[in-house]
């Protein structure tokens, strides 16, 4: 099993920063990569970025490149999500996610073994 904590959440105005953090904990040596995803009230899962477990190789949603940058701590079992420039849009609830094997392609959810609770982002104009 895989636990997943995520933190850095919170309130920021539009063009500021925030950095988001996925803690890792249980059997970390089996997973293939970690993923962060977002849920605005009302809308659908979305895919922001993945990064894998054991490289540096990453992925990111098209509208999300140059403004979020994923990385990876693997000594201390954490992926984080820097973002800049934040907008209202940005606003949601943030997952992390990470995966045993890679099925499918890393910016669909249903790939993905183990969630994380959620912290929630909100950009104020």
């Known amino acids: 099993q895989v636990q997943l904590v995520e933190s850095g959440g919170g309130l920021v105005q539009a063009g500021g920063s925030l950095r988001l953090s996925c803690t890792v904990s249980?059997?970390?040596?089996?997973?293939?990569?970690v993923g962060w995803f977002r849920q605005a009230p009302g809308k659908e899962r979305e895919f922001v970025a993945a990064?894998?477990?054991?490289?540096?190789?990453?992925d990111y949603a098209d509208s999300m490149k140059g403004r979020f940058t994923i990385s990876r701590d693997n000594a201390k079992n954490t992926v984080y999500l820097q973002m800049n420039s934040l907008k209202p849009g940005d606003k949601a609830a943030y997952y992390c996610?990470?995966?045993?094997?890679?099925?499918?392609?890393?910016?669909?959810?249903?790939?993905?073994?183990?969630w994380g609770q959620g912290t929630q982002v909100t950009v104020s104009s």
């Open positions: 996610a990470a995966q045993n094997v890679r099925t499918v392609t890393p910016d669909d959810w249903k790939g993905y073994d183990y």
């Open positions: 990064i894998m477990w054991n490289s540096d190789s990453t």
């Open positions: 249980g059997r970390t040596f089996s997973l293939y990569g």
